[in-house]
């Protein structure tokens, strides 16, 4: 039962650095979503995708882009890695507009 | 004002206390409601529906107060183990929204 699966669990950039955030899914969900989550605070929605070849933006977008080639797969690209982007991001999947599954979370940290 | 609204608590409770927490909605077209638990550090995990009739599971009841646009969560007899960060999710017009959480300690 693996679910939604993240990689990395961890990483640290620096400053300008770019990296890619794997999610994937195998419960043949539509819906997939990326969250970033502060310290003592609550889910922001970056970006999420209704379906294979499709995106749109959540409420905090700014910084990062997505791409859903697979139906499976929903990956969250940072070009320039900034300090306001340490957080810890999600990703989630459903069936429609339901019940959100969660990964375990990649901890992010740019120096 | 938010769409999602909830008591940041913390609430501290001793074992044994019955407790209930309540969440806040704007949108009078939200269409389906759900309650998250969120342990430390680790990823939001749903907990239980919210249907219109109100339901149960185990020590746990929740409720949807359409008029007042309210969902609430009552946990009865609470275990050490309940404590977590308690999450409401409300559905209206194609959009899921988050309420940001209530803080549960319950110490021996």
């Known amino acids: ?111 | 004002r938010k769409e999602v609204e909830q008591d940041p608590g913390p609430f501290n409770v001793p074992e044994g206390a019955t407790v209930a927490f309540n969440c806040t909605y704007s949108n009078s077209a939200s269409q389906s409601f759900f309650w998250y638990r969120q342990d430390c550090r680790k990823e939001p995990k749903l907990l239980m529906s919210v249907y219109s009739s109100g339901n149960e599971d185990g020590r746990f009841t929740a409720q949807l107060n359409r008029a007042s646009q309210y969902i609430s969560l009552l946990i009865r007899d609470s275990k050490l183990s309940d404590s977590a960060t308690y999450l409401c999710v409300v559905n209206a017009e194609g959009k899921s929204t988050f309420g940001d959480g209530t803080t549960l300690t319950v110490k021996p």
């Open chain 1, 1 to 111: 039962n693996a679910g939604v699966t993240q990689t990395p669990k961890f990483r640290v950039l620096k400053t300008g650095q770019s990296m890619t955030l794997l999610c994937a899914q195998d419960m043949n969900h539509e819906y997939m979503y990326w969250y970033r989550q502060d310290p003592g605070m609550g889910l922001r929605l970056i970006h999420y995708s209704v379906g294979e070849g499709t995106t749109a933006k959540g409420e905090v977008p700014d910084g990062y882009n997505v791409s859903r080639l697979k139906k499976q797969n929903f990956l969250l690209g940072l070009e320039s890695a900034a300090p306001s982007q340490t957080s810890v991001y999600f990703c989630a999947s459903s069936f429609g507009r339901n019940i959100q599954y969660f990964g375990a979370g990649t901890r992010l940290s740019v120096l």
